[in-house]
């Protein structure tokens, strides 16, 4: 049974910092590609980041570069997003997803077969 569970969310102010992160289980974690999505309140999810399995190719939503960083520890399972001057429009719950893969890690959230349940990232205006 594979389980993804992130944590890390919560309320920050304009321009602070959070770091996100994703737990997996029941899957041999160095085999996936491995993404973060956020769903803003009546807006459909969009892709933030993804890391391939070996964490040699990045890549980000324009609205993140430069902010944003993804990471990986494949001994302890576990996916970080670090987000740095965070801003109001930032706000939204924040997912990882996970979708076996030795190839780049996709941008398009129907390519990942796995999900977890959301943490909330608000960012006051």
């Known amino acids: 049974q594979v389980q993804l569970v992130e944590s890390g969310g919560g309320l920050v102010q304009a321009g602070g910092s959070l770091r996100l992160s994703c737990a997996a289980s029941?899957?041999?974690?160095?085999?996936?590609?491995m993404g973060w999505f956020r769903q803003a309140p009546g807006k459909e999810r969009e892709f933030v980041s993804a890391i391939s399995w070996s964490g040699g190719t990045l890549y980000y939503a324009d609205s993140v570069k430069g902010r944003f960083t993804i990471s990986r520890d494949n001994a302890k399972k576990t996916v970080y997003l670090q987000m740095n001057s965070l801003k109001p429009e930032d706000t939204a719950v924040y997912y990882c997803?996970?979708?076996?893969?030795?190839?780049?890690?996709?941008?398009?959230?129907?390519?990942?077969?796995?999900w977890g349940q959301g943490t909330q990232v608000t960012v006051p205006s």
């Open positions: 029941g899957v041999t974690f160095g085999n996936y590609a």
């Open positions: 997803a996970a979708r076996p893969s030795f190839g780049v890690p996709g941008r398009d959230r129907n390519e990942y077969n796995y």
